[in-house]
């Protein structure tokens, strides 16, 4: 099986995150700053060099104000 990190599902959920962010005109680092994180964690999120976890792919979509189930139906 392959790593979930690696998978198309993963590469689109990743790619409908970064789409949300750059709707609300928010930078790496001001996404950072709303979910007390430093900038390099968002961009590691974005290239797909860091997996999210459930709860912090919950806790990503509050900070954009985003729905977490849209980007679940996108994958499912």
């Not at 409908?16 to 700053?33: D, H, I, V």
């Not at 968002?42 to 979509?61: N, T, V």
Request: charged share 40%.
């Amino acid at each position: 099986m392959e790593k979930t990190i690696y998978s198309d599902d993963y590469a689109k959920l990743r790619q409908w995150l970064r789409e949300r962010r750059n709707e609300k005109n928010l930078t790496m680092r001001e996404l950072a700053e709303r979910m007390d994180v430093i900038h390099s964690w968002i961009g590691k999120i974005e290239l797909g060099e860091r997996r999210l976890d459930i709860i912090e792919y919950i806790q990503y979509c509050k900070a954009l104000e985003v729905d977490p189930i849209e980007g679940i139906k996108l994958i499912a």
